[in-house]
């Protein structure tokens, strides 16, 4: 093990283990597990709320645990890896920051010219659109299949209005 990242990693691995883990652990879920995904954002949530950064540190700790556990999940059923999540969040990064990272790569830093408020706007409109077009190329998608179903609904309105899509009827 050469980092706390690879430990913690190898943590889930061992609690789920067939033989040898938690009974407990075991037997979740991708969806079993999403409630306590829920509560500790809100715990996130809470702590920054009251400016208290030890709470804050803890509860940080077990939001990156539920990722570490649906992580091992999906490596077990063959699906993706953590570090296949760490790679995409980093491309996405890259990508959606060119202002920083002209060329798309951490080596590239620093070497970006200056952008007006309105200038770095535009560009992320721009690379928005270019990710909805990768994402629905050859798939039908509606209006509102880039706001999550299991927002609250306030939440979901409010991604609505902000949208700027008009005159749509829900129900």
């Not at 999403?34 to 709320?49: K, Q």
């Not at 969040?89 to 010219?113: C, I, Q, T, Y």
């Not at 509102?144 to 005159?167: C, E, Y």
Request: net charge negative; charged share 30%; hydrophobic share 35%.
């Amino acid at each position: 093990m050469n980092s706390q990242l690879d430990e913690m990693l190898y943590l889930m691995q061992c609690l789920r283990d067939s033989e040898k883990g938690c009974p407990w652990d075991q037997k979740q879920s991708f969806s079993s597990i999403v409630p306590y995904t829920i509560e500790e954002t809100y715990e996130v949530v809470d702590a920054i709320a009251r400016k208290d950064m030890q709470n804050l540190k803890e509860e940080l700790g077990d939001l990156l645990f539920q990722i570490i556990f649906y992580s091992q999940m999906a490596d077990e059923n063959k699906a993706f890896d953590f570090n296949d999540v760490v790679e995409g969040l980093k491309e996405k990064m890259l990508r959606r920051h060119p202002h920083v990272f002209p060329d798309g790569s951490l080596n590239s830093f620093g070497n970006a010219p200056k952008f007006s408020e309105e200038e770095l706007k535009g560009q992320w409109n721009k690379i928005k659109s270019q990710e909805k077009s990768v994402l629905t190329e050859g798939a039908s998608r509606g209006l509102l299949d880039s706001i999550s179903r299991a927002l609250p609904p306030v939440v979901q309105s409010t991604k609505i209005q902000k949208s700027g899509i008009r005159g749509l009827r829900l129900g």
